[in-house]
Every structure is written in structure tokens, then in C-alpha cells.
């Protein structure tokens, strides 16, 4: 069908690479091309005779497993939420934490009316929207400073654990809810850091379907 959308192509591609992760279909490469075939998994995602079949499930990350897991805020001084909603994070790990100075960062009347979400950013908005916030973050933080960065990660090619199809999952929720918005490979978040002015990215750790990324001058 004709389309006046650029990046249709891609955007269809990243369906059939969800459903490789969940061994749907099967995945290999061409000499140019990635190639999908169907899968004996297939069957289950197909109404059968009684008009029956297999729904995806989601599971989504817990913020208080990651403050558990995660130690990279025991030196912090001060630290700023981006898009802190009501500051339900921004309580949790103050509270565990009370020598940090906490600053709730959001729209005003996000702060008085919106109900708290979990703050997983960068994945609602495209490359370019991206850039511009974490510039600003960039020139926010001081030399000894970090940028504390919590998405999912997707591998390069599909795999069929169980983080890869929740993160497949959410990549397409994503493209279908929000203009540009996607999940991203630790190669397309080192993009993102370097282009901003970020010497590189540490992954601290990998908890709940999610990493938790410190970005650092």
C-alpha cells in the first residue's frame, strides 16, 4: 500500500522481530535481508476450532526493585527526576536515601494533577527529541556528575528470553501510542550519549526487564 511515512519499513520491521522473540516466527539472514519464516509456535497465536487463542502478556518493571538493586545513589549529593510526575520515584529513593537533596522536575500542572506513572523517558520520544533533552541534561550536570537513565534494553538480533519478548512488546506499544517513540539497543543509547557531549554509559545493572544506565562526562 502507498504510503507518504519514511520510516514505514522500519517500523513494520520491528513487529516481526517481536514475534522472533517469542520463537512465532524464525529468524535468519539473507545477504542483505532479514528473513522471517513461520514457526511451530505459530498455531497458538491463531484462533484454532473453537475460535480460541494466545494473548501476549506484559510484564512491567517495579521501581522499588530497581532502588533495591541499584547502589549508584548511595554518593549522590543532589539529584533532579526528569519527569518526576507527582515525585512517587523521587520519594522512594529519598526515603532510603534521606542525605539526598530531591528535585521533582515536571510541567506545573503535571506536578498538581497527574497521576504517578513510572518515569521511563527517553522511550517516548524520537532521536531528535531525545538529543535536545539529555543536551540540557548534559550542560546540568557538573564534571563529577551522572545522568541516571532507567529503559529497557533490546538486543540487536531477536532472542526468546523472557526480557527480550517483554521489551518487544512494550517497543510496539510504543510505536503504536506515541508519534516516534520506541525501545533501543545499547548501541543506539551509546548514539544518543556521544552525540550530546557524554564520554560513555555504564550499565549498572539489569533488573525487572529494565537497565539502569549512568550516563557520564
Same mark, same amino acid.
Given at each position: 500500500?502507498?504510503?507518504?511515512?519514511?520510516?514505514?519499513?522500519?517500523?513494520?520491521?520491528?513487529?516481526?522481530?517481536?514475534?522472533?522473540?517469542?520463537?512465532?516466527?524464525?529468524?535468519?539472514?539473507?545477504?542483505?535481508?532479514? *528473513?522471517?519464516?513461520?514457526?511451530?509456535?505459530?498455531?497458538?497465536?491463531?484462533?484454532?476450532?473453537?475460535?480460541?487463542?494466545?494473548?501476549?502478556?506484559?510484564?512491567?518493571?517495579?521501581?522499588? /526493585?530497581?532502588?533495591?538493586?541499584?547502589?549508584?545513589?548511595?554518593?549522590?549529593?543532589?539529584?533532579?527526576?526528569?519527569?518526576?510526575?507527582?515525585?512517587?520515584? *523521587?520519594?522512594?529513593?529519598?526515603?532510603?536515601?534521606? /542525605?539526598?537533596?530531591?528535585?521533582?522536575?515536571? !510541567?506545573? /500542572?503535571?506536578?498538581? /494533577?497527574?497521576?504517578?506513572?513510572?518515569?521511563?523517558?527517553?522511550?517516548?520520544?524520537?532521536?531528535?527529541?531525545? !538529543?535536545?533533552?539529555?543536551?540540557?541534561?548534559?550542560?546540568? &550536570?557538573?564534571?563529577?556528575?551522572?545522568?541516571?537513565?532507567?529503559?529497557?534494553?533490546?538486543?540487536?538480533?531477536?532472542?526468546?528470553?523472557?526480557?527480550?519478548?517483554?521489551?518487544?512488546?512494550?517497543?510496539?506499544?510504543?510505536?503504536?501510542?506515541?508519534?516516534?517513540?520506541?525501545?533501543? &539497543?545499547?548501541?543506539?543509547?551509546?548514539?544518543?550519549?556521544?552525540?550530546?557531549?557524554?564520554?560513555?554509559?555504564?550499565?549498572?545493572?539489569?533488573?525487572?526487564?529494565?537497565?539502569?544506565?549512568?550516563?557520564?562526562?
Amino acid at each position: 500500500m502507498p504510503t507518504n511515512n519514511p520510516d514505514v519499513a522500519m517500523m513494520l520491521d520491528r513487529i516481526p522481530k517481536m514475534m522472533a522473540s517469542h520463537s512465532v516466527v524464525a529468524n535468519e539472514f539473507g545477504s542483505f535481508q532479514r *528473513l522471517y519464516t513461520l514457526s511451530p509456535v505459530s498455531k497458538h497465536f491463531v484462533r484454532n476450532e473453537d475460535g480460541v487463542s494466545l494473548a501476549p502478556m506484559i510484564a512491567l518493571p517495579h521501581d522499588k /526493585h530497581i532502588i533495591k538493586s541499584y547502589k549508584g545513589f548511595e554518593q549522590l549529593r543532589q539529584l533532579v527526576d526528569v519527569g518526576g510526575s507527582l515525585g512517587v520515584n *523521587l520519594n522512594l529513593i529519598t526515603s532510603k536515601y534521606p /542525605h539526598i537533596k530531591g528535585i521533582n522536575f515536571d !510541567l506545573h /500542572h503535571v506536578i498538581q /494533577h497527574a497521576p504517578p506513572y513510572p518515569v521511563y523517558i527517553l522511550h517516548d520520544w524520537d532521536d531528535e527529541h531525545c !538529543l535536545k533533552l539529555l543536551k540540557n541534561c548534559y550542560n546540568a &550536570t557538573p564534571h563529577d556528575g551522572k545522568v541516571i537513565v532507567v529503559e529497557a534494553v533490546l538486543p540487536i538480533t531477536p532472542k526468546i528470553s523472557s526480557s527480550t519478548k517483554s521489551t518487544s512488546q512494550m517497543d510496539l506499544i510504543m510505536m503504536t501510542q506515541t508519534p516516534a517513540g520506541k525501545e533501543r &539497543t545499547q548501541q543506539e543509547f551509546m548514539a544518543l550519549a556521544t552525540k550530546v557531549g557524554f564520554s560513555g554509559i555504564r550499565y549498572e545493572c539489569f533488573i525487572c526487564n529494565v537497565c539502569v544506565m549512568e550516563f557520564f562526562k
